[in-house]
């Protein structure tokens, strides 16, 4: 495995190569087991018992079987229906989302508007502003519109993406202007345009809002904890956080806990192994292989 | 919906293009698609901050509008409560004590890290590189509660980290419920003038004392969960480097050490700066895994401003100090923005002298 970096110098280059190569490799796989073996504790820690959990908790062979953790999750628990939140959730922010900032992306790669540097430095401005600051904020905000405890105070604020606009924005900047123009001498609108000819052009973009909101308002957690306080409309990363921290349960209760983690982790594990490659060239730059 | 395979006909020879009609036309269009994104990012982004700066100056306790007559000015009152001695003080030299360690030590260990990680899997001779790849990003994507779940398992008193240390014949602490200092070493007090001299309402052993046992195993979560995405930061900027002056570095017989320090290294200061500059933004926010593990015990040592900020609005409903806090929080994060910029700031004379080490 070694001989291709080899490049037929004498001496004891090849020796030296085999050895580097090696050692990358245990390196590497010492290393790949620091950051598998921790999910590979939590999915068998689903199936233990409680007692199991405690006294072999490095195990990866539950012993024995059990489904009490999951039938308690899904039978004595709220879960389904933080499950179903997030899931609404979820799926209306990825909705909003790709429609808006691909609207928004298109108007400032093309639409020639006065007032347009002002909207994007505006954007600019917006990206800089920690998330963690505007808890207290938006909680007024949401509170003043009368949307708190609603479905309306947990979507819309999240609809708020500059980062995607800029994503298809630059998207847009980089697709050939001549195919708009022959429609638009056709005489369609600005609108029509957008819809019918440069959108599905896009496709690539959009599957690029479409992970990163997927998986950011499915992770999101503290714009929740701010917007509602009515338990029938925790989602799932609120109401996990609340059953590990005791709130719900008494004792420790790991094996039901760490279900509702790996229950949780699944949609974004599924998008992720699907779309990876695409989703680790948007959050690395441009990522080649 | 389909990659629709669109012809383009280019028949139309020079059409009158900025027509009048179609210019105002698109004015009006540029203003109607952008209006969703601008409304919200006002409504809940900007009107919010102008909101908040209100409060931070007024004795809002929760009730009603902020706007109400009832809701009085009390100038710098909120902010001054933060240094002015007292509980409000000590909470808040508490805070910036634990997120300054936690700052302190995530920040270099993960862009070191993400480094490393990047620098083992963007070797063209080891295969399987995309498996290694995927372990290590994995962790980013994952929520937050989730991981913290399985850390509160993994650091629990009969967990798998004890279990191992167990294994070497020693006994783990009882991580999530452990306040002692780490740079204590188990000292109860420190020397005198340590002891006598104090800031925030804390004294010098206590602001030395580094991050507590508790903080500990959440800054290892975080390292654990921000690698990843460094690393692919770091994978980007390694696979644009030109590989010429690598050959040239070879052909000079420069050990692969030190074609790393002098050639690899220089070249990836815009990304360190990156990488450092969003590791301190991400560091100086953690509020997800305080609310969801500790709630900023035990004995407050895993305290932070931002959960702070949370803790007194809305449990304590001191309203106008969770916002004074929010916003020192925004200036400490713009400052310390600032210093990687400074720090890895372009030296000239010693980044000629490496380029002509490397030429």
Redesign the interface.
């Known amino acids: ?2 001989a ?2 080899v490049s037929g110098k004498p001496g004891h280059r090849p020796s030296r ?1 085999a050895v ?2 090696t050692l ?2 245990v ?2 796989v010492a ?2 087991i620091i ?2 073996f ?2 590979l ?2 999915l068998a ?1 689903v199936a233990k018992t409680d007692a199991d ?3 072999n ?2 195990s990866l062979w539950p012993e024995p079987w059990s489904a009490a953790a999951l039938r308690r999750l899904f039978l004595n628990s709220d879960f389904p229906t933080w499950f179903m939140n997030s899931l609404i959730i979820t799926l209306a922010v990825t909705a909003g989302r790709v429609f ?2 691909s ?2 992306g ?3 790669a093309r ?6 540097t002002v ?1 994007y430095g ?2 600019v401005a ?1 990206m800089a ?13 949401i509170n ?2 009368g949307i708190f405890n609603s479905y309306a105070g947990l979507i ?2 999240l ?4 980062a995607g ?1 800029f994503i298809m924005k630059n998207f847009f900047e980089s697709i050939p202007v ?2 708009e ?2 429609a ?2 056709d005489g369609a ?3 029509r345009v ?1 819809w019918s ?1 440069v959108l ?2 896009a ?1 690539p973009a959009l599957v690029t809002i479409v992970i990163l909101s997927f ?1 950011g308002s ?2 999101e ?2 714009h929740f ?2 917007a509602a306080n009515d338990p029938s409309l925790t989602p ?2 609120k109401g ?2 609340q ?3 005791g709130a719900l349960s008494a004792g ?1 209760q ?1 094996p039901v ?2 279900a ?3 229950l ?2 699944i949609p ?2 599924i998008v ?1 192994f699907i779309f ?1 490659k695409r ?2 060239n948007a ?6 292989e | 919906m389909s990659t629709g395979t669109v012809t383009v006909t280019p028949e139309v020879s020079a059409p009158p293009r900025h027509h009048g009609g179609i210019r105002r036309r698109d004015a009006a269009a540029g203003w109607l698609f952008t209006a969703p994104v601008l409304v919200i990012l006002g409504l809940f982004l900007a009107v919010p901050v102008v909101m908040a700066l209100w409060v931070s100056v007024s004795d809002w306790s929760g009730r009603g509008s902020p706007f109400s007559s009832g809701v009085g000015f009390v100038g710098g009152a909120n902010y001054q409560a933060l240094v002015a001695g007292g509980l409000t003080t000590s909470d808040f030299g508490i805070a910036l004590k634990n997120n300054l360690w936690y700052v302190l030590l995530v920040v270099p260990i993960q862009t070191a890290l993400s480094l490393l990680l990047a620098l083992l899997v963007n070797r063209q001779t080891i295969k399987g590189r995309g498996f290694f790849r995927t372990a290590f990003y994995f962790p980013s994507v994952t929520s937050s509660v989730a991981i913290t779940v399985l850390w509160l398992f993994l650091f629990s008193t009969t967990g798998a980290i004890n279990k191992l240390i167990a294994f070497f014949g020693a006994k783990g602490p009882n991580w999530f419920n452990e306040p002692a200092a780490v740079f204590h070493f188990g000292a109860t007090s420190g020397p005198d003038w340590m002891m006598k001299g104090s800031a925030l309402g804390m004294s010098w052993w206590d602001w030395l004392g580094g991050p507590s046992v508790a903080m500990c195993a959440l800054m290892s979560m975080a390292i654990f969960t921000t690698s990843g995405t460094f690393m692919l930061i770091y994978l980007a900027a390694l696979q644009n480097l030109s590989p010429e002056v690598f050959e040239a570095a070879e052909v000079d017989g420069a050990s692969s050490w030190k074609a790393f320090w002098y050639v690899t290294l220089p070249q990836l200061r815009a990304t360190t700066f990156t990488v450092v500059t969003l590791g301190m933004i991400g560091c100086w926010q953690v509020f997800d895994q305080i609310y969801t593990a500790t709630q900023g015990g035990p004995a407050k040592t895993t305290l932070t401003p931002a959960y702070l900020s949370y803790s007194a609005s809305f449990g304590q409903q001191k309203w106008g100090v969770g916002a004074a806090i929010a916003f020192v929080l925004f200036a400490i994060i713009i400052v310390f923005t600032l210093v990687p910029r400074w720090l890895l700031r372009e030296r000239t004379p010693r980044a000629a002298r490496a380029r002509k080490a490397v030429a």
């Open positions: 495995m070694s291709v970096a190569a580097a190569t990358t490799y390196v590497l290393l790949a950051y598998i921790p999910f504790i939590n820690t959990a405690t006294a908790p490095l808006f900032d609207l928004a298109y108007a400032l639409l020639p508007f006065r007032g347009r909207v505006a954007l917006v502003v920690p998330s963690v600051v505007l808890l207290i904020p938006k909680f007024l905000v003043q519109l819309i604020p609809l708020a993406d500059a606009v001549s195919v123009e022959a638009r001498i609108g600005a609108f957008f000819v599905p052009m496709t998986q499915w992770n957690l503290a904890i701010v799932l990363t996990v956080a059953l590990a921290s420790s790991y806990k760490l509702a983690g790996a949780m982790t974004v594990a992720f990876q989703l680790m959050s690395g730059g441009a990522v080649k």
